[in-house]
Structures are given as structure tokens and as C-alpha cells.
């Protein structure tokens, strides 16, 4: 299976404080993207990275990519309430179509 | 607003009984994408079509057919709902070089 794996499965933060999420991956990628899902909803892309890149900024996230490590790290700065979702990763294989393979999720809660 | 539509967002279907899940986009993208995300799991590609090339993924099971009359419009059709087919069923739009994925908000399957 080319599905990854994130860490933790839940993380629980007051708001205010930062929320880091990890992703842990098995083959060679193109890219690594960052998706946020809010509860019975679809899916919402937030940032991608590309496997020549090692980080980058998007407002309150910063994603860094080793893939030497085959791993990646999401950070949500000075949180919010609204950001109270699942966020998953989902990596773009180095040959094929644009196929997407996503993370099993980690789901943060965000305490006002 | 360019969007990705899924209609409806809420099914109710019986064992065995055929059901059809549409999928509409205006982005205009040549890919459109099937998931299935089952509950607190990661969303699974059932299948893709890159304009009208049908691509399906190996464990995708023949219960799932689909089908892309036009650029627009790309539909699921699950022959013979089983209990655990239900699931939330993901659709996407995305372009043809490897990039981000717009999702639709899902439609919610339920089989009694």
C-alpha cells in the first residue's frame, strides 16, 4: 500500500498555541500536499510541496518535506477554533497520473 | 465560483440495490477522481478518468463502475450496494500535471 501514516491520530490544543502534525510516507514522490477536512465535509487543499523543496509558507502553516526521511511536518501557528478539523497528507507518486495517495489523518481540536 | 458539485449529499439505498452518484465540475479540468472514505479513514482512489481514459485502481472492486459522458459530468454507479460499501464517496477535479486536487463536498452513502 502507498498509504502513509500520520501522527498523532489526535492532538487537542488550546487556541492560541501551535499544532505540529507529522507524516510518515513508504515510496518516491513528486509532491506532498496538505488537505484539511472539517466534519462530514469534503476536502480543502492547503499547501503543497515538491520533492525538491524542504519548506514552505502559506499564512499561519509551514510544511517542511525530507525525503531522505520520507516524512513531513505540518505547522499551524497561534491556532483558532476554526481550525478544528482533519487534516491529512496526500503524496503525488514520482510516475503516473496525478493520482493522490493520503495519510490516515490526524484530528485536531482546537479548545476557545 | 469554480467548484466542484456532488449531488446528493445524502443517499439512502437498500442491499443490492443499483445506485448512481453524480459528479459535476466547472473548472474544466481534464482529470476527475472517485475516493471512497469510510468512517475516520483516509479517503481510497477507487478510480480516475483522464479525459475519457478510464483508469481504475487494482483493488477497486467490480462492484464500482463509472462513467465521464462529457468533461463536466463523471458518475459512480455501485451495482450491488453491500453494508460495507457504505462510506462517504469523494469526487475531485484536478489538472493533468501534478498539482492540486479540488474536492467536491461528498456525498454520504448509506445502504440498509
Known amino acids: 500500500s502507498q498509504q502513509g501514516e500520520e501522527d498523532p491520530q489526535a492532538l487537542s490544543i488550546q487556541e492560541g498555541e501551535n499544532a505540529t502534525m507529522n507524516c510518515s510516507y513508504k515510496?518516491?514522490?513528486?509532491?506532498l500536499q496538505w488537505y484539511r477536512q472539517n466534519s462530514g465535509r469534503g476536502l480543502v487543499h492547503l499547501i503543497l510541496i515538491r520533492s525538491n523543496e524542504r519548506e514552505k509558507h502559506s499564512g499561519r502553516l509551514r510544511v517542511t518535506l525530507d525525503t531522505s526521511k520520507k516524512s513531513s511536518s505540518l505547522l499551524i501557528t497561534a491556532s483558532r477554533a476554526a481550525d478544528t478539523a482533519s487534516y491529512f497528507c496526500?503524496?503525488?507518486?514520482?510516475?503516473?497520473?496525478?493520482?493522490?495517495?493520503f495519510g490516515t489523518g490526524t484530528r485536531l481540536t482546537v479548545i476557545p | 465560483d469554480a467548484m466542484v458539485i456532488q449531488n446528493p449529499r445524502y443517499q439512502v439505498t437498500q442491499f443490492g440495490k443499483p445506485v448512481t452518484l453524480s459528479c459535476s465540475q466547472t473548472?474544466?479540468?481534464?482529470?476527475m477522481y472517485w475516493y471512497q472514505q469510510k468512517s475516520s479513514q483516509a479517503p481510497k482512489l477507487l478510480f480516475h478518468?483522464?479525459?475519457?481514459?478510464?483508469?481504475n485502481e487494482a483493488d477497486t472492486p467490480d462492484n464500482f463502475q463509472s462513467r465521464r459522458p462529457n468533461t463536466s459530468f463523471c458518475f459512480l454507479d455501485i451495482r450491488s450496494p453491500g453494508l460495507g460499501d457504505a462510506a462517504m464517496y469523494l469526487c475531485?477535479?484536478?489538472?493533468?500535471?501534478?498539482?492540486?486536487?479540488?474536492f467536491g463536498p461528498g456525498t454520504r452513502l448509506t445502504v440498509l
Open positions: 475531485a477535479a484536478g489538472g493533468p500535471t501534478y498539482n492540486e486536487q479540488f
Open positions: 496526500a503524496t503525488g507518486p514520482q510516475t503516473g497520473a496525478n493520482n493522490l495517495f
Open positions: 473548472l474544466n479540468h481534464n482529470v
Open positions: 515510496t518516491s514522490i513528486n509532491n
Open positions: 478518468y483522464y479525459d475519457k481514459d478510464f483508469n
